[in-house]
């Protein structure tokens, strides 16, 4: 029987030697921040930890080699995983609810998690989306998927399917105003809503030096 150290040391091995060498965004330090971040938020709030570290190490299980859209593929391989080291089906079942409701799905559809284990969590996977390190997340994104960094003529779109959301083809910079500057009024705990603000000022100054250099100004 593995103590709870061990179960989520072995997770995080686990993990990490599967995501090894992913370039689309979902790589092996993408978890591991969401991981620290979510361990950094779960200090200032009454939660169980074990859940909130496994929760976190295995939410983008899906993202990896089975990417297709189905939001069935990550709780199945979680909970294949979980099985594996004996973890139990209540817990087991709590981790593969989070890692069923975490994902964004546009700026028109809400973002409810049931539980604070998942709030947590999912506060920390968003905070990796912004700030300095989802500036480069996302230029890194368009750039895997051939598109355009800017072009003055396309003005910013929001999308309000996540349909639509996942069919746009707009230039990087778009995904701005689709996404990043949005998550930080979508946070769930004062902690998380307080390292937002920061990161997203940041972004704004991003932009406006961004526009500016574009027209050879600053
Ligand atoms: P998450 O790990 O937050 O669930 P996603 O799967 O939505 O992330 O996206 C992975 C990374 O790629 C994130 O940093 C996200 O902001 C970025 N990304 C997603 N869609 C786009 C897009 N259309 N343009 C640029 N970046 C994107
Ligand atoms: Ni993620």
Redesign the pocket.
């Given at each position: 029987m593995l103590t709870p150290e061990q179960i989520i040391e072995t997770t995080a091995d686990h993990v990490k030697e599967w995501f090894t060498g992913e370039g689309?965004?979902?790589d092996w330090w993408?978890i591991y921040r969401v991981w620290n971040n979510a361990k950094h938020i779960a200090k200032h709030e009454q939660a169980d930890m074990f859940i909130v570290e496994l929760a976190a190490l295995l939410h983008?299980i899906a993202?990896h080699k089975f990417h297709n859209g189905d939001d069935t593929v990550g709780p199945r391989v979680a909970r294949e995983w979980l099985q594996g080291l004996h973890v139990s089906d209540e817990i087991t079942d709590r981790i593969c609810v989070i890692i069923k409701e975490?994902?964004?799905k546009g700026a028109g559809t809400s973002s409810v998690m049931s539980s604070l284990e998942g709030a947590i969590v999912q506060d920390a996977?968003?905070l990796?989306?912004i700030g300095a390190i989802?500036i480069a997340?996302?230029f890194a994104?368009?750039g895997h998927?051939n598109?355009e960094m800017y072009d003055p003529a396309i003005k910013p779109v929001l999308h309000d399917s996540f349909e639509a959301y996942k069919a746009?083809t707009a230039p990087?910079i778009?995904?701005f105003y689709e996404?990043?500057l949005l998550l930080k009024d979508r946070m769930h705990t004062e902690t998380a809503r307080r390292i937002a603000a920061r990161r997203h000022q940041y972004m704004e100054e991003f932009l406006s030096q961004f526009y500016a250099e574009w027209e050879g100004l600053r």
């Open positions: 689309s965004g979902h993408h983008d993202d975490i994902s964004f996977d968003r990796d989306a989802g997340r996302t994104y368009g998927k598109r746009n990087t778009n995904h996404k990043l």
